[in-house]
């Protein structure tokens, strides 16, 4: 028995080989309260123009057709509206 387990190599890792949690890595890093995300660190840059959330009442035609252009159809409704400003302007 003692002879298949040399023949194994070993997982021990050297505690000193790993990295040192620098100031970045605790910025970038998942905060937690417990179970609870409090914030996410890395992923999507924040947008320098960010969009506002609103609630807003459409015809259901209006929806029903952009939903039916598949994934994305919010973005594409609001490119369509964009398109009709600048228009205007």
Avoid at 1 to 14: A, G, V
Avoid at 53 to 66: I, M, Q
């Amino acid at each position: 028995m003692s002879e298949n387990k040399s023949n194994m190599p070993s997982t021990w890792i050297d505690p000193d080989d790993a990295p040192e949690l620098d100031a970045q890595f605790f910025r970038e890093a998942d905060l937690y309260q417990g179970d609870q995300l409090i914030r996410r660190g890395r992923g999507r840059p924040k947008l320098a123009s960010r969009k506002v959330l609103l609630s807003v009442r459409y015809s259901p035609e209006v929806v029903t057709y952009f939903r039916q252009t598949g994934e994305g159809w919010q973005s594409r409704m609001d490119a369509v509206l964009r398109e009709y400003i600048q228009r205007k302007a």
